[in-house]
């Protein structure tokens, strides 16, 4: 697990899009997408960078992460309908097509198969060769929520009070709106990707941080799992990284590595 540590969310993001930008030349290239607040100012350094000509996902697949169940297909709360804004439509995108955009089926009759369809939809990809991740202040990742199985294959899932009290703010602050079910990849199917690169901003994420860092693989912690991974990026603020203890070490390492110009493998 490789620890970047940065003064603000503006240069998480700027550190983001340089990993992505150099790697995603590859043939047939997969990106894994994720929602919520922190991922937005990278994918808007994603679409200056094809604006610019540096960047372009025309060729290249997305998969995301999850969908909620139970929200109408014209909501703009979807999660499919959030990323085709952020990658295809606002500021001309990124270059992708919203035909190479793969979310899970929570529309359909029977979520458990659409769930394991779109596990073998990933694998017949050919994987995932970066997926991007955010965290959330109980440690989940996707939605898999504390308390799951750190093997687990894309299933139907529960959202917790706290991550439906989180969320409340894209509904309005109204938590009868907020779902109570999502289509999630697993923690199984997450690692399974070539390369994790994971951002974490704010005080809220700190104890969270600390835990996927420093704290023990637990699935009190699910994103702890992680560390297991051999290609880990963890990008964060000073905010976010303020429980490490040993957050000289990570930013002495970074340093030493260069890592700001290493590609991702």
């Given at each position: ?253 970074w340093e030493a590595e260069a890592a700001s110009e290493q590609p991702l493998r």
């Open positions: 697990m490789r620890i970047g540590i940065f003064a603000t969310a503006d240069e998480v993001a700027d550190q983001a899009a340089a990993l992505i930008i150099r790697a995603h030349a590859r043939p047939d290239f997969v990106l894994g997408v994720a929602t919520g607040g922190t991922p937005i100012p990278l994918y808007e350094r994603l679409r200056a960078a094809h604006s610019a000509g540096r960047f372009d996902l025309s060729h290249a697949r997305a998969f995301a992460l999850d969908e909620y169940i139970g929200i109408a297909a014209d909501h703009p709360e979807r999660y499919r309908n959030f990323l085709c804004h952020h990658l295809i439509e606002a500021d001309e995108g990124t270059g992708l097509r919203e035909s190479h955009l793969h979310t899970p089926d929570a529309l359909a009759e029977d979520p458990y198969q659409a769930a394991a369809d779109y596990d073998q939809a990933i694998r017949d990809s050919g994987g995932v060769d970066i997926q991007i991740l955010g965290i959330g202040a109980d440690g989940h990742i996707g939605f898999n929520e504390p308390g799951g199985s750190l093997t687990s294959r894309t299933n139907v899932g529960v959202l917790t009070a706290r991550t439906r009290q989180d969320n409340a703010r894209f509904f309005d602050d109204d938590l009868s709106q907020v779902p109570t079910q999502c289509v999630t990849q697993g923690l199984g199917t997450i690692m399974e990707a070539r390369h994790l690169l994971l951002l974490a901003t704010g005080a809220g994420k700190a104890e969270a941080v600390a835990h996927l860092v420093e704290g023990a693989v637990s699935a009190r912690w699910p994103a702890t799992i992680t560390q297991m991974h051999p290609h880990t990026t963890v990008l964060v603020d000073e905010a976010a990284a303020a429980r490490l203890e040993l957050a000289d070490f990570y930013r002495a390492q």
